[in-house]
């Protein structure tokens, strides 16, 4: 996995934009073998791509020769807005202005949406009138409530769904932006124009999730006797939809699971069942060749133990049960033929802060898409977990010298770790902020604060916050194992003096 930004202009730029998203468009339109994200922002593109599939020559001798696809005539949608943010008073403060000064001033301009993304149908707006501008918070918020009305710098925009972010709170939007169970599930696409009204009301409710497994498999496998911390049925990750702020999703550890699948004759990416920090406990409902490969547990079927990284019978009745033991956090479970379930735009993995897709219940019956007849027994060892974590760094599309000698300078510890990413504590990293970009996987954010943060396969697909280095691909396996309290060493692939290195991100 690579990645490429292509810098199309400079700050708010509309003619930069429409190329930006007309190149999307062209691309997502028929997408080469090997492209796995084409995600527009303000004045950039981001691709990512497959460089076993498609070569980063290729992809620009097929970008040189490729018109962009016009975005057409966007529409003019008014959003109701109950103005009761939590930082309304605040942002009053630091302007200047009086509370309805802060209305009006937000309501005047008709703005464009620019990119769509962070989170599925977040709607990147500018610009925001200048004596309202004010930069992020210099840490984000662990949760911003669904509906609500931000600002930052010159953006303004509505985020659909509770989750992390910085931006500034104005107040509630009183419709929603973003509906997985409606046929057009984004109120708003590039392009589109929007005007905010004060409005007096109730905001919708936040969807249910999407319901990805069928209630009645027609090939039964297994019943959820006891559901784990987090159980979810992955594949290999929904692909080319960052565009629409939908995430990469999939599983976290892609070597287990990968590992897992080839012990039972599955292609890669079948889907199969991921769990972390408590595992569930499972009954058989037809005899199954199943495999699990990972860390950090012991697996009893009938209370004997099954080795991790060996394929082995199942059979109907039998009871199979994870518990926590040894360092890691992360294991999965493969059947022969792979589980069944429906895909949301080309992939059944969850995308749980979008709502789609959840976690397993207690009850819940599983079935496989396939029977297909395949010997058990068959094991490869698993690689030994380090302990510490030893992670290599690449440059990342902010790159400083400075930033990366911090990150080299001594170990880090992990805060919090889920499936969007990993934080960490230790020296203070110089970060910053500006307009919001595409997010590369494994791509280490850091805000004002100096906190980095590790971005997993469930980030947002855009941010603002810098971006000096990336986590290389071949080691994100490692920190879907990490756990709050591990030790992290960072290394740099070249052992000459780290503070002469000079790397630019390939344009």
């Known amino acids: 996995m690579e990645g490429l930004y292509l810098v199309l202009g400079e700050g708010l730029s509309e003619e930069a934009n429409r190329l930006a998203q007309g190149l999307a468009r062209a691309l997502l339109r028929n997408p080469p073998p090997g492209l796995l994200e084409a995600v527009p922002a303000y004045a950039t593109l981001y691709l990512e791509y497959d460089p076993r599939k498609l070569s980063r020559r290729a992809l620009l001798g097929l970008l040189k020769a490729l018109p962009p696809v016009g975005e057409g005539e966007g529409r003019v949608v008014e959003v109701p807005v109950r103005y009761d943010g939590e930082d309304l008073l605040e942002v009053a403060s630091r302007t200047g202005l009086p ?75 009183l419709v929603a932006v973003y509906d997985p169970h409606r046929e057009r599930p984004f109120l708003l696409g590039p392009g589109d124009r929007v005007r905010f009204v004060e ?13 990805l497994l069928p209630e009645a498999p027609p090939l039964p496998a297994l019943r959820v006797e006891e559901p784990g911390l987090l159980d979810l049925l992955v594949d290999g990750g929904r ?14 550890d892609r070597y287990s699971a990968s590992l897992a699948n080839r ?22 409902l037809r005899d199954l060749v199943a495999a699990f490969a990972g860390y950090g547990f012991v697996a009893l079927l009938e209370g ?21 033991k040894g360092k890691g956090v992360r294991a999965y479970l493969a059947v022969a033929g792979g589980f069944q379930a429906r895909p949301f735009l080309g992939s059944v993995s969850p995308d749980l802060r979008g709502r ?36 290599r760094l690449r440059p990342g599309p902010d790159f400083r010298g400075e930033a ?6 001594g ?46 396969a469930d980030k947002g697909s855009l941010g603002g916050y810098a971006l000096p280095v990336r986590v290389a691909a071949e080691d994100l396996w490692l920190l879907g194992q990490a756990w709050p309290g591990a030790e992290i060493w960072f290394t740099w692939p070249d052992n000459r003096e780290n503070h002469h290195i000079k790397l630019p991100w390939p344009l």
């Open 199 to 211: 409005g007096e009301g109730t905001p919708p409710p936040e969807p249910a999730p999407l319901e």
């Open 99 to 173: 509370v309805d000064g802060v209305k009006k001033r937000h309501q005047a301009p008709l703005y464009r949406v620019y990119a769509l993304g962070f989170t599925p149908g977040f709607p990147f707006l500018a610009p925001v009138d200048p004596a309202l501008r004010l930069p992020r918070r210099p840490h984000p918020r662990p949760r911003v409530p669904a509906h609500s009305v931000a600002m930052a710098g010159a953006q303004t925009g509505i985020y659909p769904l509770p989750s992390p972010g910085g931006w500034h709170l104005l107040g509630t939007a």
């Open 404 to 409: 990366l000698r911090a990150f080299l300078a």
């Open 356 to 391: 789609v897709g959840r976690p397993l219940r207690s009850g819940e019956v599983l079935g496989v898409g396939e029977v297909r007849p395949v010997r058990p027994g068959r094991a490869f060892p698993l690689r030994p977990l380090p302990e510490p974590f030893r992670v």
């Open 304 to 324: 004997e133990e099954v080795l991790p990284g060996q394929s082995f019978l199942w059979r109907k009745g039998k009871v199979l049960r994870f518990l926590p």
């Open 239 to 252: 692909f080319l939809a960052g565009h629409l702020g939908l995430a990469r999703s999939g599983p976290l």
């Open 263 to 284: 012990l039972v004759g599955n292609p890669e990416g079948a889907p199969l069942l991921e769990f972390a920090y408590k595992g569930p406990v499972l009954t058989a």
């Open 411 to 456: 170990s880090f510890r992990v805060a919090r770790a889920d499936r969007m990413g990993v934080e960490l504590l230790g020296l203070e990293v110089p970060g910053g902020e500006g307009l919001s970009k595409a997010t590369p996987l494994g791509g280490v954010q850091v805000p004002p604060s100096g906190r980095p943060l590790i971005l997993l």
